[in-house]
Every structure is written in C-alpha cells, then in structure tokens.
C-alpha cells in the first residue's frame, strides 16, 4: 500500500525565499505524482503533474521534481510572496491505479 | 461554470439523518472522483465513476454510503442514518480521463456537520 510522507509539516519563512517542499513515497511503481494547493476552506487547486518518465516540470516561479528511485518529489518556490501561504499537498496514483493517495501537507506561511 | 462545482457548501444535520451532496464536474470529464478530508485522517479516496463502467466503490467506509452518477454528468453522493465520525469536508474530483496522466481537478467541498 502506498504510504505519502511530507516533511515539514508546517513552514513558516520570510517573504523574498527561495523554499523547497519534501515529499517522499513508499511505492516507486508510481505513474505520476501531483502538486497541490489548499486554501483555508477551499478545494485543491492543481499546480503541477510530473509524468513518471519525467525528471520535473515547471510553472512560473513553482519547479516540481521526481525521482522515482529514491521514492522523492520536492515542490521548489522562489521568490516566495505572502500569496503563496497556503497548505501544499502531493499525491499520486499507484500503477494501474486512478486512486489519488495524499500526503497530509506541509502548511507554509510567507511572512511580508 | 470553468471549474468543478459542489452543493451545498455547507451542510449541519442531527445524527440519523440522511443527507445528499451533489457535484457537478466540468464539461467533457468523463472521469469522476470522490474524497473525504477529515481533520485526523487527511484526504481519503472514496469512489469513482469513468463514463458508463461500473464505478470503483472500494473506498467507501460502510454500507451507509453509496453514489450514482447521472447521464455521465452530475454525481450525487449519499450517506443514510449519518453518524458524528461522518462529519469531514466531501471533495469532489474530474479529470478528462482516467489513467491518462490527467490532473485531477478539485471542487470546494462540502463541509459536513453532524450533530
């Protein structure tokens, strides 16, 4: 069974870092992996999905990385903005399987 | 509407009542996903339908729960003589097509109470 561990749980940073999200998987027989973002009271707003044959994709100034050997994603923020505090989760389905498994999140608070 | 769109947003109701919660996913996703968020579990898959197949119910947690989906559009997702444990926010997903490295999208949920 796929377990989804994010480390920190809870971030708090100035505004203007660069920051990097953690987030390690049990099972690489992974067929993609998903960044989200949560807002208090809101619904998940998808910001990234790497394809298990890629290294990493990029959005403006959000960079997602996978490797898959090591059971590892990391979610780069530069130039983080107060905008950008939110709760950040990543999921991803098993092979063969549709079924979303979540991180509990990292919770990151950018201070202005 | 853009996005993927759930009523009501919120919901209070006595334990043994039944309740109903709607989604409604964006145009053109022919696959269609249920999640709970509860405060001590995170995000937990619950169902999912994929055009007119037989829906993956496995995640459902009891009996009381159960789902249909309309026309391959609208779902509704109902939970019968509602217990405290039930209460959660009830998120709703779509996605273009399943296995198709599509990103799922989110609605806002619905916050369930049961008193």
């Known amino acids: 069974k796929q377990e989804v561990t994010q480390i920190p749980a809870a971030l708090s940073v100035p505004e203007g870092e660069n920051l990097v999200l953690n987030c390690s998987f049990t099972?690489?027989?992974?067929?993609?992996l998903q960044w989200f973002r949560q807002d208090p009271g809101k619904g998940l707003t998808s910001l990234l999905l790497?394809?298990?044959?890629?290294r990493e994709q990029t959005s403006g100034r959000l960079n997602a990385s996978l490797d898959k050997s090591s059971g590892r994603s990391t979610l780069y923020i530069a130039a983080s903005q107060p905008g950008d505090s939110a709760t950040y989760l990543c999921a991803l389905p098993g092979a063969g399987s549709y079924q979303l498994t979540f991180g509990k999140g990292t919770k990151l608070s950018v201070i202005p | 509407g853009a996005g993927v769109s759930q009523s009501p947003s919120n919901k209070v109701t006595e334990k043994g009542k039944d309740v109903e919660l709607r989604c409604d996913p964006i145009?053109?996703?022919?696959?269609l996903y249920w999640y709970r968020q509860s405060l001590g579990q995170g995000l937990e898959f619950l169902i999912y339908?994929?055009?007119?197949?037989?829906?993956?119910k496995s995640g459902l947690p009891s009996d009381r729960f159960s789902a249909e989906r309309t026309g391959g559009s609208v779902s509704t997702l109902t939970i019968q003589r509602t217990q405290q444990e039930d209460s959660a926010v009830y998120l709703c997903?779509?996605?273009?097509?399943?296995?198709?490295?599509?990103?799922?999208?989110f609605g806002d949920g619905t916050r369930l109470s049961i008193l």
């Open positions: 099972d690489s027989a992974i067929y993609n």
């Open positions: 997903a779509s996605s273009l097509k399943a296995l198709d490295n599509q990103p799922q999208h």
């Open positions: 339908f994929q055009g007119n197949s037989a829906p993956d």
């Open positions: 790497i394809q298990s044959s890629q």
């Open positions: 145009s053109g996703h022919t696959a």
